[in-house]
């Protein structure tokens, strides 16, 4: 294990996943784009597969990556885990947005486009601290970032708690009904997503303690 410390590692580990973040939060923009600017609706939510696609490639690499790869910047376990945490984060904004186009949502609720802001400034904010995965001498900045997101990421629980207390309110039919529920399904998988954001801070944040 000491050994293990002096001798060469895979540099291309720190570099995909600053790629994986960068497209993380390429994909929560494209997200805020749909839902604020709501028209060419199919064209937006396309791009927004796209990326989501693009992800799936990064995702690809690094797991062939880490099965040629004999030493390894930090634990293998870790790297799986904060790969899959990446992936699952786009996959829920990707999956938001292609429910509004399967759905065929006419106009999404506000707090959508909220939800989808906070997320947006969570995977900025990974964006910033993903290259600095190895750097042991800036713990207490990454730390810093960390906290950023969590507390966005109650920001989000707020607007959530929001939609579900008024979501019924004056639906008196059944098509409303399918509406609300539909609408409350979308919300909650971008509030899914900034979960995600926060679980992938937390994992960066421990691989930085545990290499300290």
């Known amino acids: 294990m000491v050994l293990s410390?002096?001798?060469?590692?895979?540099?291309?580990?720190?570099?995909?996943?600053?790629?994986?973040?960068?497209?993380?939060?390429?994909?929560?923009?494209?997200?805020?784009?749909?839902?604020?600017?709501?028209?060419?609706?199919?064209?937006?939510?396309?791009?927004?597969?796209?990326?989501?696609?693009?992800?799936?490639?990064?995702?690809?690499?690094?797991?062939?990556?880490?099965?040629?790869?004999?030493?390894?910047?930090?634990?293998?376990?870790?790297?799986?885990?904060?790969?899959?945490?990446?992936?699952?984060?786009?996959?829920?904004?990707?999956?938001?947005?292609?429910?509004?186009?399967?759905?065929?949502?006419?106009?999404?609720?506000?707090?959508?486009?909220?939800?989808?802001?906070?997320?947006?400034q969570q995977c900025a904010l990974l964006a910033q601290g993903m290259p600095l995965i190895e750097d042991t001498g800036r713990i207490q900045e990454l730390a810093a970032l960390a906290r950023q997101i969590r507390t966005l990421e109650d920001e989000g629980d707020t607007i959530s708690d929001e939609v579900q207390r008024t979501l019924y309110q004056g639906v008196t039919d059944v098509p409303g009904m399918i509406r609300a529920m539909r609408g409350g399904e979308i919300v909650n998988l971008i509030e899914d997503a900034s979960d995600q954001a926060q679980r992938v801070a937390k994992t960066v944040e421990s691989i930085l303690l545990k290499n300290a």
Not at 20 to 27: D, F, G, K, Y
Not at 52 to 66: A, K, Q, V
């Open 5 to 120: 410390r002096f001798m060469p590692k895979n540099p291309q580990f720190s570099a995909k996943f600053a790629e994986a973040a960068r497209n993380a939060h390429a994909t929560a923009q494209a997200l805020v784009d749909l839902l604020e600017n709501y028209t060419d609706v199919e064209a937006k939510v396309q791009r927004v597969r796209d990326l989501e696609h693009e992800g799936d490639r990064i995702t690809g690499e690094i797991t062939n990556m880490l099965a040629s790869s004999f030493i390894v910047p930090f634990d293998r376990e870790d790297i799986i885990a904060l790969n899959n945490e990446l992936d699952d984060l786009v996959d829920d904004m990707e999956d938001a947005a292609r429910k509004l186009s399967l759905y065929g949502v006419e106009r999404p609720l506000p707090q959508m486009a909220q939800l989808a802001r906070v997320v947006e």
